[in-house]
């Protein structure tokens, strides 16, 4: 398959940008998307031109290194991937592909598709944890938990942070990605003792990295690689106004 | 000189050795340990568990990974489950069995003092896991839920959906992060590891490269903890991350740190077959799908029906028929045998024969689809985004790929490697898989590793060392950031033709033929011709794009490729000097009349661990005698 590409060329963050348009020609429908990258790429090298720069590791959808906006959309079409699970079959041979890095304020170009979600750590660091030790933890079996309450707090957890979710979102809100942490640990006994503290802090480091805010349209949603859903937004809502109105 | 290593095996009956020997160890006291500073390379299980343990006791800890967050290792990755024997299941589980399996499924090349630790420590985890809130599997009663996993006859693997080392690794990220916030740990990502500082024979410190600005970096400490994977990415197609390397330990291993056991290398029976040579990396699909799907293949060689065609009585299967005791689930390297064996002899399925099929048709006829669902479902729709096959109605096909390394740094019951100084944990090191690791046991081994071995031991070895005050203005960090910079430059200045990745494919299409799954002495020989013919072109003919000092993706690419270069020839050496054949290291002049493994215990019942003498030179070898006193090591049998 051949396909044209407009991929996003920057070279720091202070740099301006443009869109540099290259030819992807004789592409396997089975390559994936970022394999269609590494062909571009081995082309270019071997010219001695600078390859396109993305991030990209566990290329099996994990690892939440990967995503960029392929034709307007966080990881391109189809639902529930990321971009190393997009497979060229699913565009036109020929087509005009649009590659370009998430935007966002808090994540600023590192080069090309290349982004800083360092600001997602910070997030993390503020709460995004139980406060154990290692060595004090009491025997596993001791405290039950419901099925039902253990499989929703894993539909929750499996948010890779990759970004996706920001990018989607007009506000750039980083709603999903907290709400999806802490609805993980709220919805778990383990989680309970620190949830009011946990949920104000890590709501204050989002908005201090400088995020915007969420207007309740769900573009976050549609494009979540791991399919979170918003109700956990709901749920981070109702921790946030609990740990605010009720005081113990 | 050749010299036998010691171990440090504390003395005393195997199941007391290590709660009497952490007893007994010294300690640092609580308010000296901020004084001391410690380097914890690599954030998957092992480096995560022991930076935030580590920053949780009061040390100073700098934290370092190449991705831009801790949170990406590639222990992310791991699917199916970590082993631990709580017997919740009442099936007769037991320390003293984990230990067993974990010994026989290592084909005897592990040490027994090590694996029986882990084994005992495998119950803490769990407890440590919960207790961070990792979602484990549940029963409608509440309590934990286990399945069934390769080289065991109970069922004591504890599972998260199909991301159990996702969940646990985001555990250990939080406790980490947690640490970062209370100042204890201090992260620096996006930085690769380029060289070991020793000092008057100490481990004091590393130089890596910043890949944002191409910086180097060097920074000093008391201890130098390396937690940064494996090798497997020597084949250039593996189930690894793209960026998983040998960089780090070989670097160290440059600087004097042994190399133990190279040529052990897992091949993984259940991995999506290679279907280009446009290919990247190989998909696995968990060894948990073992548990209900059947491996089979058409009877007669050349059968191209659709494989719902193929009648019960015309299909193969073949790990039911040879193992009937464990049948599909074998452990890995048996498995992954017996799949090359009936696809060497034209019975393997799909485009170019390489595979064989993973039918899932009984399962759903017994448990619904449902059940199937909710177990693998995730694993399902990964096979479907890749392939665009329907594995609820057409059999999955599959076929071995390498997975994870046995091999590693060579270390002592400490976790310290021959340096004084250097820590090894997880993958990175050789420790306590022997010559073939059961599934299930690397997330177990590399949370044992970081939360329950490492912090108890590196304050035995603080206690003890008397470590000069130093600063990175010391000429041995200067001279190892001279070497990382000429390094550097060297590459750029090659200005060849051919790229990094047209090498890296290269070298590992020659070991995967020629040191695999299975190996020959002819082989191996030709290796030892080709491998540095090819090192010799690559720094002739590499093309390196762009500069050192930016952000350099090509860069960073070509240095691990002339590292895996280096290496490959010692795994290589490691393979002709073994002459038997255990666990993955399968020789195919040493085999049993039925073609399974024929270990030699009497020549080769050591732990081969390698000094390095310089590029292209011999090294040379040293010896850890493997010495077991309470299992009689025996042919495996599965039979």
Redesign the interface.
């Known amino acids: 398959m051949d396909f044209i590409l407009k991929v996003w060329r920057q070279n720091?963050p202070d740099a301006p940008g443009r869109l540099v348009t290259y030819e992807a020609t004789n592409?396997?429908p089975?390559?994936?998307f970022?394999?269609m990258l590494?062909?571009v790429n081995?082309g270019?090298?071997?010219r001695?031109?600078?390859?396109i720069?993305f991030?990209?590791?566990?290329?099996?959808?994990?690892?939440?290194?990967c995503g960029m906006m392929i034709n307007g959309r966080p990881h391109g079409p189809g639902r529930?991937?990321t971009t190393c699970?997009l497979?060229m079959?699913q565009f036109k041979d020929g087509q005009t592909i649009v590659v370009e890095p998430w935007r966002a304020k808090a994540f600023p170009v590192?080069?090309d598709l290349?982004v800083?979600?360092?600001a997602?750590?910070r997030i993390?660091?503020?709460?995004?944890?139980?406060?154990?030790?290692?060595?004090?933890?009491?025997?596993?079996?001791s405290?039950?938990?419901?099925?039902e309450d253990?499989?929703l707090?894993?539909d929750a957890?499996?948010c890779?942070?990759c970004g996706a979710c920001v990018a989607a979102c007009k506000n750039a809100s980083a709603m999903l990605f907290v709400a999806a942490k802490v609805a993980?640990?709220a919805l778990?006994p383990?989680?309970k003792p620190e949830r009011r503290r946990r949920v104000l802090a890590m709501v204050a480091a989002m908005d201090a990295e400088g995020f915007g805010n969420c207007t309740n349209e769900g573009e976050c949603e549609a494009e979540c690689p791991k399919n979170i859903s918003i109700a956990h937004i709901a749920r981070l809502n109702r921790e946030y106004l609990r740990a605010k109105f009720f005081s113990r | 000189m050749d010299t036998t290593l010691d171990a440090k095996v504390p003395s005393g009956p195997l199941e007391r050795k290590w709660s009497d020997y952490k007893s007994t160890i010294k300690l640092v006291a609580p308010a000296n340990k901020r004084k001391y500073t410690l380097i914890v390379v690599g954030t998957g299980l092992a480096g995560a568990s022991a930076a935030a343990s580590l920053g949780e006791l009061g040390y100073n800890v700098l934290s370092f990974c190449f991705q831009d967050s801790p949170r990406r290792a590639h222990s992310i990755a791991a699917q199916g489950g970590i082993n631990a024997a709580k017997n919740y299941q009442n099936d007769g589980d037991s320390v003293w069995r984990l230990f067993y399996d974990t010994i026989k499924g290592g084909d005897y090349r592990s040490r027994e003092a090590n694996v029986y630790r882990l084994a005992e420590l495998s119950v803490n985890i769990i407890d440590q896991c919960v207790a961070q809130g990792v979602p484990f599997a549940r029963e409608y009663s509440g309590v934990l839920a286990n399945r069934s996993f390769g080289g065991a006859q109970v069922s004591r693997t504890f599972y998260a959906r199909g991301q159990t080392g996702q969940q646990l690794l985001l555990g250990a990220y939080g406790a980490l992060m947690r640490q970062v916030a209370a100042g204890r740990v201090r992260l620096f990502p996006r930085r690769e590891m380029l060289e070991l500082v020793v000092v008057d024979g100490v481990a004091r410190g590393i130089v890596v490269r910043n890949l944002v600005d191409g910086k180097l970096e060097s920074y000093v400490a008391d201890a130098v903890c390396l937690a940064t994977g494996g090798y497997s990415n020597v084949y250039f197609l593996s189930t690894n991350a793209k960026g998983c390397n040998v960089t780090a330990i070989w670097r160290a291993h440059r600087k004097g740190a042994f190399f133990a056991n190279p040529c052990f290398t897992q091949i993984h029976p259940t991995c999506i077959p290679v279907s280009g040579d446009y290919q990247s990396k190989l998909t696995l699909m968990s060894e948990s799908l073992r548990n209900d799907g059947r491996v089979w293949v058409p009877k007669q060689a050349g059968d191209r029906r659709h494989p719902n065609q193929i009648p019960e009585a015309e299909r193969d299967y073949f790990l039911e028929r040879k193992y009937p005791a464990y049948g599909n689930l074998v452990p890995r390297d048996v498995a992954s045998r017996s799949i090359k064996a009936v696809c060497d002899e034209g019975r393997g399925v799909g485009p170019g024969g390489r595979g064989v099929y993973l039918d899932f048709a009984d399962a759903i006829k017994r448990d619904g689809r449902a059940v199937i669902e909710q177990k693998y479902g995730n694993l399902f729709d990964m096979y479907y985004e890749i392939t665009g096959e329907n594995a609820y109605e057409v059999p999955m096909r599959i076929y071995p790929a390498p997975h994870y390394t046995m091999g590693g740094l060579w270390v002592d019951y400490n976790l310290m490697s021959n340096l004084p100084g250097l820590f090894v944990l997880g993958e990175a090191n050789f420790s306590d898989h022997g010559a073939n690791r059961l599934g299930a046991s690397a997330l177990m081994q590399g949370l044992a590793d970081g939360y329950f071995i490492l912090p108890v031991t590196i304050g035995g070895y603080l206690a003890d060392a008397r470590l000069p005050k130093l600063d990175t203005d010391h000429a041995a960090f200067k001279d190892a950031e001279r070497e990382a910079a000429a390094r550097i430059e060297k590459l750029l200045a090659v200005r060849g033709k051919r790229t990094v990745d047209s090498f890296h494919r290269e070298l590992g299409l020659l070991l995967w033929d020629k040191c695999g799954m299975s190996r020959n002495e002819t082989g191996l020989k030709e290796l030892l011709e080709q491998i540095p013919a090819l090192r010799e072109e690559f720094w002739r003919d590499v093309t390196v794009t762009g500069s050192a000092g930016t952000f350099n993706q090509v860069l960073e690419r070509a240095g691990r490729v002339a590292d895996f270069l280096e290496f490959a020839e010692l795994m290589v050496i490691d393979a002709l000097e073994r002459r038997e054949s255990c666990g993955a290291h399968f020789r195919e002049e040493y085999q049993t009349e039925d073609g399974e493994a024929l270990r030699n215990d009497d020549l080769y019942a050591y732990v081969a661990a390698w000094e390095f003498t310089g590029v292209g030179n011999r090294p040379i070898l040293h010896k850890e005698p493997l010495i077991f006193e309470y299992v009689k090591p025996t042919q495996r049998s599965y039979k």
């Open positions: 720091g592409i396997p089975e390559a994936s970022l394999e590494d062909i081995a270019l090298e071997a001695g031109e600078d390859p720069a991030e990209h590791d566990c290329r099996e959808g994990i690892c939440g290194s529930g991937i699970q497979y079959r590192i080069k290349v800083d979600r360092s997602f750590d993390i660091a503020a709460g995004g944890y139980i406060s154990i030790n290692t060595g004090s933890a009491p025997e596993a079996n405290i039950l938990v419901p099925k253990a499989d707090a894993m957890a499996a890779i942070g993980h640990l778990l383990q989680g």
